[in-house]
């Protein structure tokens, strides 16, 4: 018996557990501090009135013979699939509802997917980057290349005609810079994916966030993209489902490789290692996109949406660099007077009491940057911007 020893390869604990280490031990050493977290992207409104009545309704069903359900199907309730495809419609993009998988979260699909993917395979992933996706594929022993987002480029990194690689990932709006691709960069990564046979991971977990023309909430926006492209999103940051876990992942039945349809191999992967979201909470995803439900969320998005401007306004006033506010819930900002990222997070938790995340966890091209998220509640990212202003206008 041995270990699979590409887990030996990864750091010692997660980004996010070694934050949660140093507030917890900066709490404990002076518990009359007040401390605002800023830092981890957890959603603080609850769950909208339609989706809760929606779940209730579900609970009593479970609670009768009559209505009660077991085993669902594991690609999703027809219900909520049908919900799904009718939201995408209404954006203009056209899907079969057999295309969408429903799942317990995007984090979840963004790691499993690799299990259709041969090892040997190479992955492009933008630095500075959500964690998991290199995690993932360290953890599977593939070869990962990295392509650079930096302030130059926006944070938008463009395909490089000398990059070979067979599976890329792209976060847009992006964690955790902020940054959003439009319609017409999209085309660039889907021209470039089809002409090499290669796919593309695509995570739009953040895509209710863009407000502007011309940037793409989903890749299926962009011609060709169904014949290379695997979408991935989420309801945690949409509709607050963080602790309720519901998300899909879009698989066209035109992406195909070698003849092999990539949708029947995601069908057959879940159908094997997964039973599906439970019933009560896809009746609440479903309350999701009903007229009810989308007035709901859009005015707890709004809240989010504010806070984001409040934190812009601070740095704005400060004179700092930052990406990200305007289209998506994360503030991306250069850390003062050439700090590196974890002196500043101690600097700012130090004197102002306030958590965000240090861009070097993210990888190389994230030091001397840091994260802040708009999830807080408005009276807390009121106080923090305060506190932030306060301490760096000095």
Same mark, same amino acid.
């Given at each position: 018996?041995?270990? /699979?020893? /590409?887990?030996?390869?990864?750091?010692?604990?997660? *980004?996010?557990?070694?934050?949660?280490?140093?507030?917890?031990?900066?709490?404990?050493?002076?518990?009359?501090?007040?401390?605002?977290?800023?830092?981890?992207?957890?959603?603080?409104?609850?769950?909208?009135?339609?989706?809760?009545?929606?779940?209730?309704?579900?609970?009593?069903?479970?609670?009768?013979?009559?209505?009660?359900?077991?085993?669902?199907?594991?690609?999703?309730?027809?219900?909520?699939?049908?919900?799904?495809?009718?939201?995408?419609?209404?954006?203009? $993009?056209?899907?079969?509802?057999?295309?969408?998988?429903?799942?317990?979260?995007?984090?979840?699909?963004?790691?499993?997917?690799?299990?259709?993917?041969?090892?040997?395979?190479?992955?492009?992933?933008?630095?500075?980057?959500?964690?998991?996706?290199?995690?993932?594929?360290?953890?599977?022993?593939?070869?990962?290349?990295?392509?650079?987002?930096?302030?130059?480029?926006?944070?938008?990194?463009?395909?490089?005609?000398?990059?070979?690689?067979?599976?890329?990932?792209?976060?847009?709006?992006? /964690?955790?810079?902020?940054?959003?691709?439009?319609?017409?960069? *999209?085309?660039?990564? $889907?021209?470039?994916?089809?002409?090499?046979?290669?796919?593309?991971?695509?995570?739009?977990?953040?895509?209710?966030?863009?407000?502007?023309?011309?940037?793409?909430?989903?890749?299926?926006?962009?011609?060709?993209?169904?014949?290379?492209?695997?979408?991935?999103?989420?309801?945690?940051?949409?509709?607050?489902?963080?602790?309720?876990?519901?998300?899909?992942?879009?698989?066209?039945?035109?992406?195909?490789?070698?003849?092999?349809?990539?949708?029947?191999?995601?069908?057959?992967?879940?159908?094997?290692?997964?039973?599906?979201?439970?019933?009560?909470?896809?009746?609440?995803?479903?309350?999701?996109?009903?007229?009810?439900?989308?007035?709901?969320?859009?005015? /707890?998005?709004?809240?989010?949406?504010?806070?984001?401007?409040?934190?812009?306004?601070?740095?704005?006033?400060?004179?700092?660099?930052?990406?990200?506010?305007?289209?998506?819930?994360?503030?991306?900002?250069?850390?003062?007077?050439?700090?590196?990222?974890?002196?500043?997070?101690?600097?700012? *938790?130090?004197?102002?009491? $306030?958590?965000?995340?240090?861009?070097?966890?993210?990888?190389?091209?994230?030091?001397?940057?840091?994260?802040?998220?708009?999830?807080?509640?408005?009276?807390?990212?009121?106080?923090?911007?305060?506190?932030?202003?306060?301490? *760096?206008?000095?």
């Amino acid at each position: 018996m041995k270990f /699979n020893e /590409n887990y030996l390869k990864l750091k010692e604990s997660y *980004l996010f557990s070694d934050i949660a280490r140093r507030v917890n031990a900066f709490a404990a050493a002076h518990p009359d501090k007040k401390v605002l977290r800023m830092g981890i992207g957890d959603v603080t409104l609850p769950l909208a009135p339609a989706v809760v009545e929606a779940m209730q309704k579900a609970v009593a069903e479970m609670g009768d013979k009559a209505t009660f359900r077991g085993y669902g199907p594991e690609q999703g309730y027809d219900f909520l699939r049908e919900a799904v495809r009718a939201d995408y419609a209404r954006r203009g $993009v056209t899907l079969a509802a057999d295309e969408i998988f429903v799942s317990d979260g995007a984090k979840s699909d963004v790691g499993n997917i690799l299990d259709l993917f041969d090892v040997s395979n190479a992955v492009l992933i933008p630095d500075p980057v959500y964690p998991v996706y290199v995690d993932t594929n360290v953890m599977a022993g593939r070869r990962v290349l990295f392509a650079d987002a930096t302030r130059e480029n926006g944070f938008l990194p463009m395909p490089d005609e000398k990059v070979e690689a067979d599976i890329i990932y792209l976060c847009s709006p992006n /964690n955790p810079t902020g940054a959003a691709y439009s319609v017409e960069q *999209l085309r660039r990564w $889907v021209e470039y994916a089809n002409a090499r046979g290669a796919v593309i991971l695509y995570d739009a977990a953040y895509e209710r966030f863009v407000a502007e023309q011309g940037l793409a909430r989903s890749i299926f926006e962009v011609e060709g993209a169904k014949t290379c492209a695997i979408e991935f999103c989420s309801l945690s940051k949409t509709a607050g489902f963080t602790g309720t876990r519901c998300g899909y992942t879009v698989v066209p039945h035109a992406l195909k490789r070698g003849g092999i349809s990539c949708n029947k191999l995601w069908l057959r992967r879940q159908t094997t290692k997964f039973n599906g979201v439970a019933y009560i909470v896809q009746r609440g995803a479903e309350a999701v996109f009903t007229p009810a439900g989308q007035a709901q969320i859009e005015a /707890n998005l709004a809240v989010y949406r504010r806070n984001a401007q409040r934190l812009s306004a601070c740095l704005d006033d400060l004179g700092i660099f930052y990406t990200g506010g305007k289209n998506s819930p994360y503030i991306w900002m250069q850390c003062p007077g050439g700090m590196d990222s974890w002196k500043f997070f101690d600097y700012l *938790l130090e004197e102002a009491n $306030v958590v965000g995340t240090p861009g070097s966890g993210f990888g190389k091209n994230g030091e001397g940057f840091f994260r802040l998220t708009a999830f807080a509640s408005e009276e807390a990212t009121e106080e923090a911007a305060g506190r932030i202003r306060k301490l *760096l206008g000095r």
